[in-house]
Nanobody, 116 residues
Framework: QVQVVESGGGLVQPGGSLRLSCVAS????????MNWYRQAPGKERELVAT????????NLAASVKGRFTISRDNAKNTVYLQMNSLKPEDTAVYYC?????????WGQGTQVTVSS
């Protein structure tokens, strides 16, 4: 079955960087767009970044544009989220997502905490 597993979260000071990874299985990874979402305490889950199947196009939320980069390695079935210049408001659980056959699949999430 479709499975995505996130890693790379942690505690970082404001202005710091983290790289999240998401390893996928159970589907032909190179055929599908991949997404990163995040959910902060008390808030709804929001779309942060999207990358098309071959990696030719990316889209980022306005709140992270210029600081975050999404990329993928189709040979490794992995999508990344490079996060630079982190701010306290970036604190959230970050989720990898793919839609296969109209079904949304989510990982368990990885916690990112930005605090001094």
């Amino acid at each position: 079955q479709v499975q995505v597993v996130e890693s790379g979260g942690g505690l970082v000071q404001p202005g710091g960087s983290l790289r999240l990874s998401c390893v996928a299985s159970g589907f032909v990874f190179s055929w599908y767009d991949m997404n990163w979402y995040r959910q902060a305490p008390g808030k709804e889950r929001e779309l942060v970044a999207t990358i098309t199947s071959a990696g030719e196009t990316t889209n980022l939320a306005a709140s992270v544009k210029g600081r975050f980069t999404i990329s993928r390695d189709n040979a490794k079935n992995t999508v990344y989220l490079q996060m630079n210049s982190l701010k306290p408001e970036d604190t959230a659980v970050y989720y990898c997502n793919v839609v296969v056959g109209f079904k949304y699949s989510w990982g368990q999430g990885t916690q990112v905490t930005v605090s001094s």
